[in-house]
């Protein structure tokens, strides 16, 4: 006997474009994909032990928030402000605005402080079938203070019906202790690393690298270190300038290289060989009004999977709506809907080194769904402002309020 048979739905598998399976079902057994077909195909002898009829909506997979620094205390309207007025982000962040502000805020707060601070930024993405999503370390840059924020990631997992990756960006910034050793930083960084894994915090280690961030050979070196720990990488890279730091992820097998509006074609080949993520993070180019756009059409033509994300974070993309981050990037930047639903899906799980589990719907995988009253898929990425998330199945388990 299955756990849960949801039947008259439309199913969008995102196995092989949208993999659509009209009049379907689906079954889950264990937390699992059981069964999957039409309702035509659905065994005349197949019981469960609840039975949900869908209604007639579309079924996906869970999305997928892949980037976000969700966990963090403090608010920089301020400088949203102040970038209106004429101010750039590297003023900002050179004047101890920008990530040190928010540093000054996290390393202020209780660990408690800190989840009840995020967990309504997370009940949001949620609202919106958000079934796993990645958390950033990175507003605390002491020991203690990044092993905090990567317990509340944690919690959340446990507060809430979610699953969460945790990454740990401890060269996110360099704090003011640091001023002027920029290497003793990066050794500090280094040596942060495995107490933090032998706690069981990290899931990837992540890096900025950029002109106000950390060179190409300090990443390197956060790399090494990741590496020797047995940790995939990742990396802020090209969003400011075209510091190679795509390519330099790739020769590490990264998961994924985030941001990219300044990419090279060379970067572009790197990430292409590696079968490194390409994740696009439209918020922020919108919020800091930027007018160079990652290069959507030669990342296509080069077949480097696109994935999409929030980039929830304080001063750059104070945004909590993965269903808004499709549509930017198909309004902004002319990705197609299937593009953009397949960049939650099922690349966003492979930049989190996931795939094997999670981002389509097929037998055996996780069953993380989320149920939607829409004509067609596209429509995801169509409406701006609307919610038509009716219900979510995560881990096999219905969220309250399904159908």
Same mark, same amino acid.
């Given at each position: 006997?299955?756990?849960? @048979?949801?039947?008259?739905?439309?199913?969008?598998?995102?196995?092989?474009?949208?993999?659509?399976?009209?009049?379907? =079902?689906?079954?889950?057994?264990?937390?699992?994909?059981?069964?999957?077909?039409?309702?035509?195909? #659905?065994?005349?002898?197949?019981?469960?032990?609840?039975?949900?009829?869908?209604?007639?909506?579309?079924?996906?997979?869970? @999305?997928?928030?892949?980037?976000?620094?969700?966990?963090?205390?403090?608010?920089?309207?301020?400088?949203?402000?102040?970038?209106?007025?004429?101010?750039?982000?590297?003023?900002?962040?050179?004047?101890?605005?920008?990530?040190?502000?928010?540093?000054?805020?996290?390393?202020?707060?209780?660990?408690?402080? @800190?989840?009840?601070?995020?967990?309504?930024?997370?009940?949001?993405?949620?609202?919106?079938?958000?079934?796993?999503?990645?958390?950033?370390?990175? !507003?605390?840059?002491?020991?203690?203070?990044?092993?905090?924020?990567?317990?509340?990631?944690?919690?959340?997992?446990?507060?809430?019906?979610?699953?969460?990756?945790?990454?740990?960006?401890? &060269?996110?910034?360099?704090?003011?202790?640091?001023?002027?050793?920029?290497? &003793?930083?990066?050794?500090?960084?280094?040596?942060?690393?495995?107490?933090?894994?032998?706690?069981?915090?990290?899931?990837?280690?992540?890096?900025?690298?950029?002109?106000?961030?950390?060179?190409?050979?300090?990443?390197?070196?956060?790399?090494?270190?990741?590496?020797?720990?047995? @940790?995939?990488?990742?990396?802020?890279?090209?969003?400011?300038?075209?510091?190679?730091?795509? &390519?330099?992820?790739?020769? !590490?097998?990264?998961?994924?290289?985030?941001? #990219?509006?300044?990419?090279?074609?060379?970067?572009?080949?790197?990430?292409?060989?590696?079968?490194?993520? =390409?994740?696009?993070?439209?918020?922020?180019?919108?919020?800091?009004?930027?007018?160079?756009?990652?290069?959507?059409?030669?990342?296509? =033509?080069?077949? +480097?999977?696109? &994935? +999409?994300?929030?980039?929830?974070?304080?001063?750059?993309?104070?945004?909590?709506?993965?269903?808004?981050?499709?549509?930017?990037?198909?309004?902004?930047?002319? #990705?197609?809907?299937?593009?953009?639903?397949?960049?939650?899906?099922?690349?966003?799980?492979?930049?989190?080194?996931?795939?094997?589990?999670?981002?389509?719907?097929?037998?055996?995988?996780?069953?993380?769904?989320?149920?939607?009253?829409?004509?067609?898929? =596209?429509?995801?990425?169509?409406?701006?402002?609307?919610?038509?998330?009716?219900?979510? +199945?995560?881990?096999?388990?219905?969220?309250?309020?399904?159908?």
């Amino acid at each position: 006997m299955w756990d849960l @048979l949801l039947t008259n739905v439309h199913l969008a598998t995102m196995a092989d474009g949208y993999g659509e399976v009209r009049d379907a =079902a689906i079954a889950v057994k264990d937390g699992r994909i059981a069964w999957l077909g039409t309702m035509a195909q #659905l065994p005349a002898v197949a019981k469960a032990a609840q039975v949900h009829d869908g209604g007639g909506c579309w079924l996906t997979p869970g @999305l997928i928030d892949c980037h976000t620094h969700i966990v963090h205390a403090g608010n920089r309207s301020d400088e949203f402000e102040a970038r209106l007025n004429g101010a750039s982000y590297e003023d900002i962040a050179r004047a101890g605005g920008g990530i040190m502000s928010t540093v000054r805020a996290t390393r202020a707060a209780s660990e408690e402080q @800190l989840l009840q601070a995020s967990l309504p930024r997370i009940r949001s993405l949620l609202a919106e079938g958000v079934t796993t999503l990645e958390i950033k370390s990175g !507003y605390g840059l002491t020991a203690e203070s990044e092993a905090a924020m990567l317990r509340v990631a944690r919690r959340v997992a446990r507060e809430l019906p979610v699953d969460v990756a945790t990454t740990f960006l401890g &060269a996110h910034a360099v704090p003011p202790e640091y001023a002027g050793r920029v290497d &003793a930083y990066v050794d500090a960084v280094c040596a942060m690393m495995a107490p933090l894994a032998e706690e069981g915090l990290i899931d990837a280690v992540d890096a900025f690298c950029e002109r106000i961030g950390f060179t190409a050979a300090q990443t390197e070196r956060v790399f090494a270190a990741a590496q020797q720990l047995g @940790l995939p990488v990742k990396l802020h890279a090209e969003q400011l300038s075209d510091q190679d730091g795509a &390519a330099l992820v790739a020769r !590490y097998q990264g998961l994924s290289a985030d941001h #990219l509006e300044h990419l090279s074609a060379s970067g572009i080949a790197a990430m292409a060989a590696a079968g490194t993520v =390409a994740v696009l993070l439209p918020g922020a180019y919108y919020v800091l009004r930027d007018t160079t756009p990652p290069p959507v059409a030669a990342l296509r =033509a080069a077949g +480097v999977p696109m &994935a +999409v994300a929030t980039d929830c974070n304080p001063g750059t993309s104070p945004m909590t709506s993965l269903l808004l981050a499709m549509n930017m990037v198909c309004t902004l930047w002319r #990705l197609t809907p299937l593009e953009a639903l397949a960049g939650c899906t099922r690349h966003a799980a492979r930049a989190l080194g996931r795939e094997q589990r999670i981002g389509t719907l097929e037998v055996g995988k996780q069953a993380d769904f989320a149920l939607w009253r829409i004509a067609r898929p =596209a429509d995801l990425s169509y409406a701006i402002g609307l919610n038509p998330c009716c219900g979510v +199945v995560q881990r096999g388990v219905l969220r309250a309020g399904l159908i």
